[in-house]
C-alpha cells in the first residue's frame, strides 16, 4: 500500500514528460511506469470480468459477404446481419474482397514501424499534438487518461484531406497505401448495406496499434474500455486476439479468424442512426505473451463531400449540425440524441478519455 508522502511526492506529470520526451514509446520497457498504473478499483473490475470472459464465438457473427458488390445478393447479405450489430455493436466479415496476402502486409507493416531503431521511429513520434501531421506515432492518451495503457500507436490519416505521400515512413508506404485504398473500398460497402444515408462519411484516419509484452500485465492495461468516437471502424487483428467486447454484463473474445476483419459501429453511426445500430464497449488487456500483438483500423467519420466536393473545405464549416437522420425519426422513436456539430465532434475525439 502506498503511503501518503509517497503519493505526495510522485510528480507525475514530471514522468510523463520524461516519457514524452524519450520519443520511445512503451516496446522494450522492463518495468512500467507509474502512470501507466491503473487505479486499485479499475484493477479488481479488470480481474473479475477476466473470469466471466466468454470465448463463445457464436456470439459475434462471421458474415460471409461473398457477393455484396452484386446488386442481386445485396438482399441476402444485409438479411445475415441480424442482431449484431443492432444489438452487439459488432461483427466480423469475411470474403470481403481483400487478400490475405494484404491482410498480411498490413499487420507486418505495422509491426515493422514499431520495430524500427528507436532513433528511425522518434522521428515520428507525435500524435495529436500537432495534428497538421499526416502520420505519427504514440502512446496516445498519456495525457489525458487517468492511467495510460501498453500499447504504441501509429496513426495516419487518410481523406479527406491526405498526409503528403512522403509523409509516410518509406518503407510502409505501399503497405499504407493498399490498406487505405481496400479500406475505403470496404466501408463505403459496408456503409452502403448499413445504411445508404451514409454516404457522406469519408473521413478516414487509419491506426496501427503495437502491443508489446507487458512485464506487468496485471497492472495495466492494452487498450481500456470504451466506445469508438466515429462513424465506423474496420480492424484487422493478428492470430493472438485478445480484442474483446461488452456484451450485456460479460466481456466476450472477438476471436482472430484468419483473413476476416471485425466491424465495430461507433458513435457518430449510433446518433445518425437514432439508435438503430449501437456503439459498444470494447478493451484489449495488456499483452503478457513474448510476442508482440498487432491490431490495424481504418475508422471512418463525417465529412461532407457531397455538400462541399473540395475534401479540405469541409474543415471550415465546423458549425454544420449532425444528429438523427430525418427519415429515422418518428413519433414512435422521437429523435433519440440531440443535435452536435462538427466542431463538437471533432473535439471530443481529440480530447476523449479511453477510460
Ligand atoms: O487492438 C484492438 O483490438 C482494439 C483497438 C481499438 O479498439 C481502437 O484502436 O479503437
Ligand atoms: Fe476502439
Redesign the pocket.
Same mark, same amino acid.
Given at each position: 500500500m502506498m503511503t501518503v508522502t509517497e503519493a505526495e511526492s510522485y510528480d507525475r506529470a514530471k514522468e510523463v514528460q520524461q516519457f514524452e520526451e524519450s520519443k520511445i514509446g512503451v516496446n522494450g520497457i522492463t518495468t512500467i511506469p507509474r502512470f501507466f498504473i491503473h487505479p486499485p478499483d479499475a484493477l479488481s473490475a479488470i480481474r473479475r470480468s477476466k473470469l466471466n470472459t466468454k470465448p463463445d464465438p457464436d456470439i459475434i457473427p462471421i458474415i460471409d459477404f461473398s457477393g455484396a458488390d452484386s446488386e442481386q445478393l445485396r438482399p441476402t447479405i444485409v438479411e445475415k446481419i441480424p442482431r449484431a450489430p443492432r444489438e452487439i455493436g459488432f461483427f466480423q466479415v469475411g470474403n470481403h474482397g481483400i487478400g490475405a496476402d494484404v491482410l498480411e502486409r498490413v499487420i507486418g507493416a505495422v509491426k515493422g514501424f514499431q520495430e524500427l531503431p528507436p532513433a528511425v521511429k522518434a522521428q515520428f513520434y507525435d500524435y495529436l499534438r500537432d495534428r497538421s501531421r499526416g502520420v505519427s506515432f504514440s502512446n496516445v492518451d498519456i495525457f489525458h487518461s487517468t492511467a495510460a495503457s501498453w #500499447?504504441d500507436?501509429l496513426v495516419m490519416r487518410r481523406g479527406p484531406t491526405l498526409p503528403e505521400l512522403d509523409e509516410f515512413p518509406e518503407i510502409r508506404r505501399r503497405e499504407a497505401l493498399e490498406w487505405s485504398q481496400h479500406g475505403k473500398q470496404l466501408g463505403e460497402l459496408l456503409m452502403g448495406l448499413l445504411m445508404k444515408e451514409m454516404t457522406f462519411i469519408d473521413g478516414r484516419m487509419m491506426?496501427g496499434?503495437y502491443?508489446p509484452y507487458c512485464p506487468q500485465p496485471d497492472l495495466t492495461v492494452?487498450?481500456p474500455f470504451?466506445t /469508438?468516437p466515429g462513424a465506423l %471502424?474496420i480492424?484487422l487483428?493478428d492470430h493472438h486476439g485478445?480484442?474483446q467486447c461488452k456484451c450485456g454484463d460479460d466481456w466476450v473474445d472477438?476471436k482472430p479468424v484468419p483473413g476476416a476483419l471485425?466491424v /465495430?459501429i461507433g458513435d457518430v453511426f449510433q446518433i445518425l442512426s437514432n439508435d438503430e445500430y449501437k456503439s459498444m464497449d470494447? #478493451? %484489449?488487456l495488456a499483452n503478457s505473451s513474448r510476442e508482440a #500483438?498487432v491490431?490495424a483500423?481504418v475508422?471512418f467519420a463525417p465529412s461532407d463531400r457531397d455538400r462541399f466536393p473540395c475534401p479540405t473545405r469541409q474543415f471550415a464549416m465546423p458549425n454544420r449540425l449532425l444528429g438523427p437522420f430525418p427519415e429515422l425519426i418518428s413519433p414512435e422513436k422521437p429523435a433519440r440524441f440531440r443535435q452536435f456539430t462538427r466542431a463538437d465532434y471533432i473535439n471530443r475525439f481529440y480530447t476523449k478519455q479511453l477510460d
Open positions: #500499447r500507436t491506426i496499434n502491443y492494452g487498450i470504451h /469508438d %471502424a480492424l487483428q485478445g480484442l472477438v471485425v /465495430d470494447h #478493451r %484489449a #500483438r491490431s483500423v475508422f
